[in-house]
């Protein structure tokens, strides 16, 4: 068990709609970071934040976007879903400075299937 | 644009033997890299890593080389055991990326017993 919790481990919904991916990073971590994998293809970063700012932003679509609350979660909203949208998504943390070399902890991931 | 690659997908090793996964990177910016295990219905876990300045790493079973004139970066696993079947993914970074990482697709370890 990593100490990373993500909720739901499992989704599905059409096309068009608007989904929330939760995730509890680890006691006392202060960064989150949230990966995508496509099937048959590596992890791709999305984005991190950082003691509840942005700390770094990857190829991360205009339909979605994050935040990381006071108490540490932090939420992956996906909106205007489609097809290409279905993936695991990863939570991971990391602390207490949210830099280089910083070991990620994962969680065990939301599998989102978009119908 | 696949930065790392993988390019074996699946692996099947004998148990006691060594199971060699490799990983060949294009972007000479990266100078830190890491290997992560992962198990079904779980997320990866940290496995073992090595910094560009060095050519080797050993943890227990687990050594990593690194090629940097080849841009090429292999995990051996000696003896191999059913337990390390998981898949591998091989990830990279540079300094000015923080501490975001750069995955590979990950290569599927079968240790048959």
């Known amino acids: 068990d990593s100490g990373v919790t993500q909720t739901p481990k499992h989704l599905i919904t059409a096309t068009g709609q608007r989904v929330t991916l939760r995730c509890s990073p680890r006691?006392?971590?202060?960064?989150v970071y949230w990966y995508q994998q496509s099937l048959d293809q590596g992890l791709q970063f999305l984005i991190q934040?950082?003691?509840?700012?942005?700390?770094a932003k990857g190829n991360i679509l205009e339909r979605f976007s994050a935040q990381q609350f006071p108490d540490l979660h932090s939420e992956l909203n996906l909106s205007s879903l489609e097809l290409g949208d279905s993936a695991l998504y990863f939570c991971a943390s990391s602390g207490p400075t949210g830099r280089r070399g910083e070991k990620l902890f994962f969680g065990s991931g939301t599998q989102l299937s978009v119908l | 644009d696949q930065q790392v690659k993988q390019n074996s997908p699946s692996l099947s090793v004998q148990e006691g033997r060594i199971s060699i996964l490799n990983c060949d990177y294009t972007?000479?910016?990266?100078?830190?890299f890491l290997w992560y295990k992962k198990y079904p219905a779980e997320g990866p876990t940290f496995l073992i890593s090595i910094s560009s300045i060095k050519d080797k790493n050993e943890d227990g079973r687990f050594t990593v080389f690194l090629n940097k004139s080849a841009k090429h970066l292999s995990l051996h696993i000696v003896p191999s055991q059913p337990g390390d079947s998981a898949v591998y993914f091989c990830?990279?970074?540079?300094?000015?990326?923080?501490?975001?990482?750069?995955f590979g697709a990950g290569t599927i370890l079968r240790v048959k017993s």
């Open positions: 006691s006392g971590d202060l960064s």
């Open positions: 934040y950082y003691n509840g700012e942005e700390r």
């Open positions: 990830a990279a970074s540079y300094m000015e990326y923080g501490n975001k990482l750069v």
């Open positions: 972007n000479s910016m990266f100078d830190y």
